[in-house]
C-alpha cells in the first residue's frame, strides 16, 4: 500500500471512529435533554433577539468581554476556531488529494494569512489562559479563586488538546508547503508569499530534512491533526467544554427580557398552574432532577464552570455554602448520573401519579444509578465534612453526601442576579433556585423557620412586619402638607388631574428609616408642584417576598387582590420607592391582568430637576457614594437616574465603590432574606458596609428601603467597633436631594 493510499485508509478510519462514538454521545444528550419537562411559554419568544443575541453574544462574545483580559482572550479562541475550521476543510480533502483546495477563494494568499493568523491568536489565547489559571490556583487561593470547585485537570487537558490543534496543523502544513516546493508543483491553498506567513517559517525549520522526510511528516501531521481535531470533538461531548456545542443553542433558547426581568409564573408541563383549582398531578416547583423542563437540563449541561458567577455571588463571598456555579455542577451530575433511569423512564405512562420512582425500571439500571435516582434533591448536608464548600474540593472532586443540593445553599441566595448578569452562556440560575424553593414551600413544607411568621403576617395582615393597615398612613401625620388619600373624598377612580399615585410600600409606611424615605419624596413631590395621591389602607404586600421565598400562591393572592385594587381604581402611572415593588408591580403584574406605567422615585425625580421643578441649591460639601440595589439596578437596568440626581447636589464629591453598576455587590436583603437570620459565614451586608466606608464617603445613598435598613445596620456595626466615623450617614437619595433643594 502506498503512502497515499495509507494516509487515506488511516485518516477515514479516525474520522468514522470518532463521530461513531460522537453521534452516540450526542444522541443520548439530545434524548436525556428531551426527557426534561415542556418550556412555557414556548422558547424563543422572540425569534428576533433570539437571533440577536447569536451574533452578540454568540458570535460577539459580548458577556465574556465584560472580563477585558479573559475576554479578549476566548475571543482569540472562538473566533481562532471558526476560521481554523477552513482547515479541517482542508485537512479531510488532502486525504484525497495533496493539492486539495476549498473551491472558488480556498487559493487566496488572504486565505492562509487568516487561517495563520488566527492559529497563532489561539496559541496567544492559551498562554493568557495558562496564565490565568495559575494565577487563580484554587489549590493556593481556596474559595477566592472563581475556578474553585472547577473540573481543573479537565481544563488543562483542554487547553492542551487545543494545544495540539494548532501544532499539529504547522506541522503538516509545514511539510505539505516543502512538498509542493520539493516537485515543483507550489499550488497549494497557502503556497503563495505574504499568505500563510507561520506556515512558511515552519517549513524553512523543515525544509533541510529533504522531500521523503517531508512527505512522511505531512502524512504523520495530517493523521495527528486529525485525530486530535476528531478525539477532541469526542471529549468534549463527554467534558465540561459541552458548551463548546450547548452555548450557541442554550443562548438561542434562553427568556431574554429586558434586564433579569420577572420570575415566571408556575407551570406544570405547559400548562399554568391554576391555583384555585390546581390538577391532582400538578407539579409544583422541582423536586426531583426529571420535574426541571428541557431548558433548565440544557443549562445544566452548558455550564462551562469559568466560575464568573460564582465569583460574583454575594453567598459564597461570605462564606456560605452556595456558590451559583457549584449548584447548576450538582444538578448537571445528578442529571447525567440519573440519566439512565431517566432515559428509560421517559416514556408515557412510565411515571407514577404521584411522582414515586418505578420499582421495575430501578432494578434494571443497577444499584448505583438506582441510589442517585432516588437521591432527595434538597435537604440537609450536615454529615458532608466539605459542606460549606458544597462539597468540592479545589479541583472539582465532590463527596456525595447526602441530597444533592444543601438546604443552606438553596435558602442562601438572594437572588440578587449577579450569576445571571455574569453567566456567558445565558444560564438562569435563580429561576431553578426558586423553582426549588417552591416545592420546598408548597410541596415539602421545609423551609426556615423564620418565613413562617413572614408568610403569616403578609397574609393576615398584608405587610411583612404584621402591622395594622391603619398604621399605613402613619407618617402622613408627621408632614407639613397635605397628602391626598385615595377614597377620603368618596372617589371611586383616581381623578383626572392626579399624576402619579404614590406606592408607598410595606417598609414605606411601616419602617422607621424606610419612612423618612417617603416622606421625603413625598415633600419632593409636593414642592415640584406633582399631584399625586396615595392608597393608605388600600395598599398590601406586593407578594414580593413571598414569591421569592417560593410561596408562589401566596403571591398569587396578594397580586391578584392589588390589581383587582389597581385595576378598579384606574390606576395609570404609578410611583415607588422600592424596587421590589418596582419590579413585581411593572414587570410581574402583567402575568395577573395588570398593565401599568410604573417608574422608581430616582426616576421621576430626575425629571423633575432637569425640568426645572426641582433646583438643588443648597451645597452639600461632602464626599458621596452610592450602592446600586440589586433590583433597581440589574434587576432593571436603572443605573443611571440615582447617580444624576445625587451629582445634581452642589458641593458633592461622588465617588465609587469598586463594585458597582452592573457588578454592584448585594446587601443582603433580597431572596427574602431580609427576614431570615444570616447565621452561616460572615454577614453580607458588613461585607457592602466596608466597602462603602472604604471610599472615604461620609454620605452613602441608595434607593431602596431593605438596602437602607441593610447598609445602616452594617455601618452601625463597623461605628461600635470605631471601624467608622460617626459622620458617616446612610440615607436615601431623595433625602440628599430634599436637603439641598430646602433653602
Partial sequence: MDQTTLRLVIGLLIIVVALAFAARRGLTLFKLIRSGQPVAPPRPQKIEKAVGAEGTEVLGQKKLLQWLVPGIAHVFAFWGFLVLGLTIIEAIGALFNPEFAIPFFGRWPIVGFLEDLFGVLVIVGLVIFAIIRLANNPAKEGRKSRFFGSHTGAAWIVLLMIFNVIWTLFLYRGAQYNVSLFTGKMNLPFYESGGAFFTEWVAHLLEPLGLTANEWLETIGLWLNIGVIFGFLVFVLYSKHLHIFMAPINVYFSRRPNALGPLLPMYSGDEKIDFEDPADDALFGRGRIDDFTWKGMLDMATCTECGRCQSQCPAWATEKPLSPKLIVMDLRDHLFSSAPYLLATSGAGKRDEMGERNE????????????????????????????????????????????????????????????????????????????????????????????AGLFKNVEQKGNPWGMNASMRNAWIEEVDFEVKVFGMEGEDEIPDDVEYLFWVGCAGAY??????????????????????????????????????????????????????????????????????????????YPQVGGDYEVVHHTQLLGTLVKDGRLTPVTGVEESVTYHDPCYLGRHNKIYTPPRELVQSVPGVTFVEMERHGAKSFCCGAGGARMWMEETLGNRINVNRSDEAIGTGATKITVGCPFCSVMLNDGVTVRKQEGIALESVEVLDVASLLLDSVKK
Wanted: charged letters at 30%; glycine letters at 8%.
Fill in 360 to 451: 421495575e425500571v430501578l432494578e434494571k439500571v443497577g444499584a448505583t444509578v438506582a441510589a442517585e435516582a432516588n437521591r432527595p434533591l434538597v435537604g440537609p448536608r450536615d454529615e458532608d465534612p466539605r459542606r460549606i464548600d458544597d462539597g468540592y474540593d479545589a479541583a472539582g472532586h465532590r463527596s456525595h453526601e447526602g441530597p444533592v443540593i444543601d438546604t443552606d445553599a438553596l435558602w442562601s441566595c438572594t437572588t440578587c442576579g449577579a450569576c445571571v448578569q455574569q453567566c456567558p452562556v445565558d444560564i438562569e440560575h435563580i429561576d431553578h433556585i426558586v423553582d426549588m424553593r417552591r416545592n420546598q414551600v408548597m410541596i415539602e413544607s421545609e423551609f426556615p423557620t423564620e418565613l
Fill in 511 to 588: 419602617e422607621d428609616r424606610a419612612k423618612r424615605t417617603t416622606k421625603a419624596v413625598a415633600e419632593l413631590l409636593h414642592l415640584a408642584g406633582v399631584n399625586f395621591m396615595v392608597l393608605g389602607e388600600g395598599e398590601t404586600c406586593t407578594g414580593d417576598p413571598a414569591r421569592r421565598a417560593g410561596n408562589e400562591f401566596l403571591f398569587q393572592m396578594q397580586a391578584m387582590q392589588n390589581v383587582e385594587v389597581l385595576n378598579e381604581i384606574k390606576a395609570r402611572k404609578i410611583v415607588v420607592t422600592c424596587p421590589h415593588c418596582l419590579n413585581t408591580i411593572g414587570r410581574e
